[in-house]
């Protein structure tokens, strides 16, 4: 097809638009380009030397103090600065629990693990049935490897109420690495037998029930290990503050193993000299689960371990209620959240659910007596990778 001389001119002006597009297209992403590495390296800047660089964040609460008080100032900046951590410690945290094993063992394809030992870890005149029940992994390939934080699956034998293999029920590990032998070979559980009343009759949780009545040498399946949410940090002078009612106790064993069982420090060359508080809620004495170790641990590390105990039907909070484990964080409110405003400190939650509005109704309280908002510094925690809650 032939074209004329107009229609070719025409033509060409045409393309005119296009090209200045091209071209502003080409300085805008060289632009955009130049301001994120900008701003990284003013971030970088920022952490390396916050005194120097004032960030958006300082400008803001300089702002801020020529209209509010000089608490509201307060809580702000401090506000600032949790997300200002949460920034860096977010990705350290992806950084250091790259290499955490997760779902070595699928539930369609589990590990079949034996029991070495299943025992009670209730005193006499205790309420209920709580059995500490270890399994053996040594056959396992690959190897079922797991960190102190994380859970496992059990499948319990038998079908449902449709025919159907029942489905994997999840529990916090409450060994360490190396396991109760050190050999790093096992893996350890704390389960409480689920019972409930309904229309005059006891009913028994099937895969609680399951684990309680094994015996040493019954096969059980085993799938996981999975999560990360419970992990603890890497740096040694860290501080762990830990809420656990029941058997919530599971990972908190596995933490204070970790910081104070000799042959646990001797084989990981990992010396904690952080502070360590354990906050632990129980109904009566006779049910607090493992506490002679706890309390040998306190004994041999007085400096790094602190133990406090609720216990409902024994002892009374203030108002001459029971006392609960939101009660022992609201007498302790002022250390807590000392420790709180360290960005070393790390709150680990493990236990029924029913005790999370307890905790958030005593932290609101305790947090609000340093001028500050739990709803809103919780998720900043959150985001920094130093609140972890695992409830059921």
């Not at 038998?158 to 790093?184: M, Q, V, W």
């Not at 064993?253 to 000799?262: H, K, Q, V």
């Not at 998720?379 to 409830?391: D, S």
């Amino acid at each position: 097809m032939a074209y004329s001389e107009t229609k070719v001119v025409l033509g060409g002006l045409a393309h005119i638009p296009i090209i200045i597009g091209f071209f502003y297209l080409i300085k805008r992403q060289y632009s955009l380009g130049a301001m994120l590495r900008t701003n990284k390296n003013a971030l970088s800047n920022t952490f390396a030397n916050a005194s120097a660089t004032p960030s958006k964040e300082s400008i803001q609460v300089n702002k801020a103090s020529n209209n509010k008080s000089a608490s509201k100032e307060v809580a702000n900046t401090k506000e600032i600065l949790s997300k200002t951590t949460g920034t860096v410690k977010k990705t350290v945290k992806k950084s250091l629990h790259s290499d955490v094993p997760v779902n070595t063992y699928k539930p369609k394809a589990p590990f079949t693990g034996t029991v070495t030992e299943n025992y009670s870890v209730l005193k006499d005149g205790a309420i209920g049935k709580v059995q500490h029940i270890t399994f053996d992994l040594s056959n396992a390939d690959p190897e079922f490897k797991y960190v102190e934080g994380q859970s496992c699956g059990i499948i319990p034998a038998g079908e449902d109420a449709k025919g159907k293999p029942h489905r994997p029920r999840l529990y916090s590990i409450a060994s360490t690495r190396f396991g109760d032998n050190f050999a790093g070979n096992t893996l350890s559980l704390c389960v409480r037998q689920l019972q409930y009343e309904k229309d005059g009759e006891t009913i028994n949780g099937v895969c609680s029930t399951y684990l309680c009545n094994l015996s040493p040498g019954d096969k059980v399946k085993i799938s996981g290990p999975v999560g990360k949410e419970m992990l603890l940090p890497e740096e040694e002078d860290s501080n762990i503050i830990m809420l656990a009612t029941g058997t919530g106790i599971a990972p908190m064993r596995a933490y204070l193993r970790r910081m104070f069982e000799p042959t646990e420090i001797e084989k990981t060359k990992w010396n904690f000299r952080g502070k360590a508080w354990l906050f632990m809620g129980a109904p009566k004495t006779a049910n607090l689960l493992y506490d002679s170790d706890f309390e040998h641990y306190k004994s041999k590390f007085p400096e790094n371990l602190r133990y406090t105990k609720a216990i409902s039907r024994e002892q009374n909070n203030s108002k001459g209620g029971r006392m609960y484990i939101q009660d022992r964080v609201l007498e302790n409110a002022e250390e807590i959240f000392n420790m709180i405003e360290n960005p070393k400190t790390h709150i680990y939650l493990c236990g029924l659910k029913g005790m999370e509005p307890g905790i958030d109704e005593a932290m609101t309280a305790a947090a609000a007596s340093k001028g500050l908002n739990w709803s809103e510094l919780r998720p900043q925690l959150r985001k920094a990778g130093r609140w972890h809650a695992e409830t059921y």
